[in-house]
C-alpha cells in the first residue's frame, strides 16, 4: 500500500520558534510538494522539489524554507513561526509524467501558533 | 497565471444530484482533478479527466469538461449523507513533463435530510 506519511497530526507552537514539518514517501517518487490548506482559499502550493537537493518556490513562500536531503524525504522548515502560519499542511508525492492518479496525499499536519 | 474557481458551498437534498463547478484559466492543463476531504482527513482523489475528453463516468459520478469556456463540473447522482465533504477541484500544468497541481478554494458539500 503506497503511503505519504507526515510525521506530526497536530502541533502547537509559539510564535518566534522553528518549525519542522516532515513527510516521507515509500515510493521512489522524483516529485514531492507542499502546500497549506486554509478555509475558503483551498489548497496552495508553498514549495516544491522535482529531484534531491532540487527545490523550487511555489505560490506562497515567503516564510518557509525546505530541505530535499534524500528522496524519500521533503521538510518543511517555518523559521520563525508566526501567527499566520497556523493552518494544515498537506504534503504530496508524484513520479514525473503521471497519468492522472498517481499524485499521492499525506493525511495532513494540522500547525496551531500561539 | 493559474487560477481555479469554485463556490464555497452547496446544499443538496439527500437523493437528489449534486452539480459541484469549477472554472480555470489555464487552457494548458493537462489533467483535471477531483478530490474529496472529509471532516479531519486528507485529500481523496475521486475521478479525473485528459483535458481532450468531453466526459467521463464512474458509478455516480459523472464529469463534464467544457474546454472552451474553461469549466469543469462534477455531478455526483443519488446524493448520499457519505458523500458531505469538501470537493476540490484541480488543473494540472506540465513543465517539462513534471506536473504541478493548482487547487481551487473548495465547495463544502451539505446534505439535507
Known amino acids: 500500500d503506497v503511503k505519504v506519511t507526515q510525521s506530526s497530526r497536530y502541533l502547537v507552537k509559539r510564535t518566534g520558534e522553528k518549525v519542522f514539518l516532515e513527510c516521507v514517501q515509500d515510493m521512489d517518487h522524483e516529485n514531492m510538494f507542499w502546500y497549506r490548506q486554509d478555509p475558503g482559499l483551498g489548497l496552495r502550493l508553498i514549495y516544491f522539489s522535482y529531484d534531491v537537493k532540487m527545490k523550487e518556490k511555489g505560490d506562497i513562500p515567503e516564510g518557509y524554507s525546505v530541505s530535499r536531503e534524500k528522496k524519500e524525504r521533503f521538510s518543511l522548515i517555518l523559521e520563525s513561526a508566526s501567527t499566520n502560519q497556523t493552518s494544515m499542511y498537506l504534503c504530496?508525492?508524484?513520479?514525473?509524467?503521471?497519468?492522472?492518479?498517481?499524485?499521492?496525499f499525506g493525511e495532513g499536519s494540522w500547525l496551531t501558533v500561539v | 497565471g493559474e487560477d481555479v474557481e469554485q463556490s464555497l458551498f452547496l446544499s443538496v437534498r439527500e437523493g437528489d444530484s449534486s452539480v459541484i463547478n469549477c472554472t480555470y484559466t489555464?487552457?494548458?492543463?493537462?489533467?483535471l482533478y477531483w478530490y474529496k476531504q472529509e471532516p479531519g482527513a486528507g485529500l481523496q482523489l475521486l475521478t479525473y479527466?485528459?483535458?481532450?475528453?468531453d466526459m467521463k463516468q464512474d458509478q455516480r459520478l459523472t464529469v463534464l469538461l467544457n474546454k472552451k469556456d474553461k469549466h469543469l463540473s462534477l455531478r455526483i447522482a443519488d446524493t448520499q449523507t457519505g458523500d458531505s465533504a469538501i470537493y476540490f477541484c484541480a488543473e494540472s500544468i506540465s513543465n517539462f513533463g513534471n506536473e504541478k497541481l493548482t487547487f481551487g478554494t473548495g465547495t463544502r458539500l451539505t446534505i439535507i435530510p
Open positions: 489555464d487552457s494548458s492543463s493537462t489533467y
Open positions: 504530496a508525492s508524484t513520479t514525473p509524467g503521471m497519468s492522472g492518479n498517481t499524485i499521492y
Open positions: 479527466i485528459f483535458s481532450n475528453m
